[in-house]
């Protein structure tokens, strides 16, 4: 395997960001990684994945961990919100034919795996550390990082985020949109009867249960809100109490009265949906954004986490053989920016449609064909 790229650096220590160090060292590049977060921990509750995320996890070498740690079925029941079953919806098998269509896990759980797998692959993570400078010139570019020390790299990385520094010193970009949707999240025991993903559709607000391990489930409440606004996380309970209350299904009401019990120690996590799509070119020199940092997307298609790991594998693939830096980063760009678009624009038109009580059999359409999109290979 031959690289333009010997020496690399990859500034944030988030999913596509140990993917990218994971993938490189399989070309035998001397990969650095500083991450900002002394404790490299990765916030919040379950995340949902689909087949092309298992596929792309097979390829990092992860599956198995995987399946081992998180929870993996085929196919999401929709139903009413008193419980009446509507369908259930395909996932096809994208990572083998032994393998389910799709799953969930505990995001720090997943941070885990790849952080495990970022350091056995070889590479060198240095924690509560980012860059204070870059400059590129033709041989290279130089980082001063805020410990003080500095580095020349053939390539560097900006895995940093939807609120990335390197974008912000690299290239003008349009600001995160808030979609005018937030979601709810905590993480409750899994009964016997959660065997898959399940959402409850209301006329304004979706409940879901999703498996994340043998014993343990997240549930899931997207609700419209006009402005994105701090809510006090004292009121975190009531507020998510109050939103199943209208659920008559009765394992969404078992799950209120689990949140509700005196003394429940129930982490609840809010989060203002936001969407970013910058234009290309994701690149300036020596110097390439992936992930959030370029294509943070709302999580109605759950392929977040799936295009910013994608994003790795398809940079390193086209670094590996190419001619030149440039060539590489062109032809990442190329592979990428469609599917990329697709993800977020899809994802942000269900939820326009959600907000606005619009047509149904659009917003059925819109899934099919991402999904189908989603299935080919990268």
Request: hydrophobic share 45%.
């Amino acid at each position: 395997m031959t690289s333009p790229a010997n020496k690399i650096l990859i500034i944030g220590g988030g999913f596509s960001g140990m993917a990218a160090a994971i993938e490189l060292r399989k070309l035998g590049a001397d990969v650095d990684v500083v991450e900002i977060d002394p404790g490299w921990r990765s916030y919040g509750a379950g995340i949902s994945l689909g087949g092309a995320t298992l596929r792309a996890f097979k390829t990092l070498g992860i599956l198995d961990r995987f399946l081992e740690d998180g929870a993996a079925a085929d196919g999401v029941d929709l139903m009413l919100p008193h419980g009446q079953y509507l369908a259930t919806v395909p996932t096809p098998r994208l990572a083998g034919a032994d393998v389910p269509g799709g799953g969930a896990i505990m995001r720090p759980v997943l941070a885990n795996i790849l952080a495990d797998a970022t350091i056995a692959s070889g590479a060198r993570v240095r924690l509560g550390c980012t860059f204070t400078s870059l400059r590129q010139h033709a041989d290279g570019v130089e980082v001063e990082f805020t410990d003080g020390t500095a580095g020349q790299y053939d390539l560097v990385i900006g895995a940093d985020g939807l609120y990335s520094q390197v974008r912000e010193t690299l290239l003008p970009a349009p600001a995160p949109r808030y979609s005018g949707q937030c979601v709810w999240r905590a993480v409750l025991p899994r009964p016997p009867e959660i065997e898959r993903a399940t959402m409850w559709v209301g006329a304004k607000i979706k409940a879901g249960l999703n498996p994340v391990s043998r014993n343990q489930m997240y549930l899931f409440v997207t609700e419209d809100r006009a402005d994105n606004v701090r809510l006090d996380p004292a009121q975190f309970l009531a507020m998510l109490a109050d939103l199943l209350a209208p659920f008559a299904a009765p394992l969404l009401q078992q799950c209120r009265a689990q949140l509700l019990e005196p003394g429940a120690d129930v982490q609840i996590v809010y989060r203002p949906l936001e969407a970013l799509l910058v234009p290309q070119p994701w690149h300036r020199g020596r110097v390439v954004l992936i992930g959030d940092t370029v294509h943070a997307t709302t999580p109605h298609m759950a392929s977040g986490a799936c295009i910013g790991i994608e994003d790795a594998i398809v940079l390193a693939d086209e670094l590996d053989g190419a001619a030149t830096i440039e060539a590489a980063l062109t032809g990442f760009e190329a592979r990428r920016w469609e599917r990329c678009r697709m993800v977020v624009e899809n994802s942000g038109r269900l939820g326009e449609i959600e907000i606005s009580g619009g047509d149904k059999a659009e917003h059925a359409r819109i899934m099919h064909d991402t999904h189908a999109a989603l299935a080919a290979q990268i």
